[in-house]
């Protein structure tokens, strides 16, 4: 991976999820799309999946430090 694709990914990152997901669906909703709206589209997919990863990762920790906590009040 490249610095310069790099840079984009990161670009992307700062968005909220359901702004990318709009724009994704803008591009594949298009009859006819070149090279450059392909990568854009590929770009957003990937970058969708890793957001959509993280925030599934991050609840579980959250719920299962939530159950720590429950477990430790009860114990006490």
Do not use: G, W
Request: hydrophobic fraction near 35%.
């Amino acid at each position: 991976m490249t610095l310069r694709s790099k840079v984009r990914e990161h670009r992307l990152i700062k968005f909220p999820i359901s702004k990318l997901e709009e724009e994704l669906l803008a591009i594949k909703s298009l009859s006819k799309v070149n090279k450059d709206l392909r990568n854009r589209a590929r770009r957003l997919e990937k970058v969708i999946e890793v957001k959509k990863y993280s925030a599934k990762k991050t609840s579980e920790l959250i719920k299962k430090e939530l159950e720590k906590q429950k477990n430790v009040d009860v114990s006490e």
